[in-house]
């Protein structure tokens, strides 16, 4: 495959990369990022057939950029990986206008964008399109205000993509991610304390590494998922299902007879 893939020098991203260059099928890759050094240095690890492209995707001309990159190095496209995103953490009465236009362009616009831009290669190829959401796309979450929104935009982005390029042959999906050890969250991860109350939270009892998203976002990349289009995979051990308090069992009323 010739896949493109964003924020690529870290975390879920740099994992994609790997886990596809790992692969005995050969793959081309051009891996973008604001990161120089990163992307440099995963590009560095993968060896042959992988491309560094550093650029900053709340630019307007990213995607345009970003596919003429792609198609020098790789003379077409097969899949878009959209998965770089920033948080920006604030209650929304202390927000400003600058952030919610830094965080939507990065976490919503750059995808459009970018999709816009492949567009005519992804029909060319029958591709796949995927972009990385969140569980906070479909959960509100205290100070993530827009980081959700911006998220939950993205969903219905992908979806709307699904319907208007599936009779080209494009599917287009998103991978929501719980919580995830990444370079992204592991500060916060690195307290035991509070690394353990988010466990207790996830019926599985543990975060999620960022090979666990990798390989939903590399399942729907690829020819296993050739008849889904307009989906989203939650990959949050379950933690979506775990609204009710945790009792100990029941509700604590006797069973009626
Ligand atoms: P990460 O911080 O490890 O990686 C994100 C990458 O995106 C970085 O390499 C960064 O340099 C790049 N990036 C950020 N802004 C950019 C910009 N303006 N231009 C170009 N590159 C830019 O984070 P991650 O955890 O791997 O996150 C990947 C995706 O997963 C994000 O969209 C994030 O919102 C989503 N996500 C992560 C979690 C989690 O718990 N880690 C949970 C839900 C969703």
Request: hydrophobic share 40%; aromatic share 4%; proline share 5%.
């Amino acid at each position: 495959m010739r896949v493109v893939i964003t924020g690529a020098a870290s975390g879920i991203g740099r994992a994609v990369a790997e886990l596809l260059a790992a692969q005995d099928e050969p793959h081309q890759m051009l891996l973008t990022d604001r990161d120089e050094e990163g992307v440099n240095a995963v590009v560095a690890a993968i060896g042959a057939g992988a491309r560094a492209h550093v650029g900053d995707l709340s630019s307007v001309d990213c995607g345009r950029d970003i596919v003429a990159a792609a198609v020098d190095h790789m003379g077409g496209i097969d899949g878009v990986v959209s998965n770089a995103g920033i948080i920006s953490s604030a209650p929304l009465v202390e927000q400003t206008v600058d952030q919610f236009d830094r965080v939507y362009a990065i976490n919503t616009r750059a995808t459009w964008l970018l999709g816009q831009a492949a567009q005519p290669y992804l029909a060319q190829s029958r591709g796949a399109f995927v972009a990385t959401a969140s569980m906070s796309a479909t959960q509100p979450t205290p100070g993530l205000g827009f980081y959700s929104s911006s998220k939950a935009a993205l969903l219905m982005l992908m979806r709307q993509c699904a319907l208007e390029w599936g009779p080209d042959g494009i599917r287009c999906n998103t991978v929501s991610p719980g919580p995830t050890y990444t370079p992204m969250t592991q500060a916060g991860y690195d307290d035991p304390d509070r690394r353990a109350q988010r466990e207790s939270m996830i019926p599985l009892g543990k975060l999620g590494m960022a090979e666990d998203v990798a390989n939903a976002i590399i399942f729907l990349l690829g020819p296993q998922a050739g008849h889904i289009s307009g989906v989203d995979i939650l990959v949050d051990g379950g933690m979506s299902s775990n609204l009710m308090p945790a009792t100990g069992g029941g509700t604590g009323q006797k069973a009626s007879k």
